[in-house]
């Protein structure tokens, strides 16, 4: 009989929103249920991977056999990620990352005040995880992003392969409250240098298993 997929594949994965602290007790953050980053997991383990899930903060359990690593901000995902990218197979980028952080996080509980009547947060730009990993020139994993729009799909999603140097992209249109965000569907286009594939509206997890089938062909035709 034929091994599973992945087996002796190392796959590492990123899931959820991140949170961006403006003081003690707020953030900054966004809708991401994480529910596409765990379905991707639970698909790579069945597909016999050795699966690394870093995670934002999201309500749902671990896929079985999977080793998962919780953060907060952007920073930390960002550090946990790099520590372990050369040593993946595979990395995919499916978190909602903030794109930018409070400059400086205020020590104590900010106060409003009757005298100001508006309020400035200066915000700085958060690295750029996946762009980071593409750009490893040393034991470079084969690199899967995501693509979340709401107009022009196809040429963002092109764009983002080419800008980021992904070797994937997956496109979903989250202008539709029937996919993407909380939902348990999805339909997704996947892009790649010469080719794509579209998978139709179908639960999230049906998705993943066909991302991971997709993405083991490719590790495949790479070798050859
Ligand atoms: O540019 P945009 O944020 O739309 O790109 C989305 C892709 O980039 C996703 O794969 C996401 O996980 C990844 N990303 C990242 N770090 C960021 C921003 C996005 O890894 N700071």
Redesign the pocket.
């Known amino acids: 009989s034929r091994l599973p997929a992945l087996s002796g594949k190392t796959v590492l994965i990123?899931a959820g929103p991140t949170r961006e602290a403006i003081d003690p007790v707020r953030f900054l953050s966004n809708h991401s249920s994480g529910k596409m980053g765990f379905a991707l997991a639970e698909a790579a383990a069945k597909a016999g991977a050795r699966v690394q899930l870093v995670t934002g903060p999201v309500n749902l359990a671990t896929p079985a056999g999977v080793e998962r690593i919780d953060v907060q901000s952007?920073q930390q995902m960002h550090t946990a990620v790099m520590q372990r990218a050369s040593a993946a197979d595979i990395f995919i980028?499916?978190?909602a990352?903030a794109?930018y952080r409070v400059a400086e996080v205020a020590e104590q509980k900010m106060k409003k005040t009757s005298s100001n009547d508006e309020l400035t947060l200066t915000l700085v730009k958060?690295?750029?995880?996946?762009a980071d990993v593409a750009a490893l020139t040393y034991q470079r994993p084969f690199t899967v992003?995501?693509?979340?729009e709401t107009e022009n799909l196809a040429n963002y999603a092109k764009d983002?392969l080419q800008r980021?140097k992904l070797d994937l992209i997956c496109a979903n249109d989250v202008s539709s409250k029937e996919q993407g965000f909380h939902s348990e569907h999805n339909a997704i286009t996947a892009y790649w240098q010469g080719g794509e594939l579209a998978l139709e509206r179908q639960p999230k997890i049906s998705i993943a298993h066909a991302i991971i089938e997709l993405i083991a062909n490719k590790l495949t035709q790479k070798r050859q």
């Open positions: 990123t952007a980028g499916c978190a990352v794109d958060n690295p750029d995880i996946i992003g995501f693509a979340a983002k980021k």
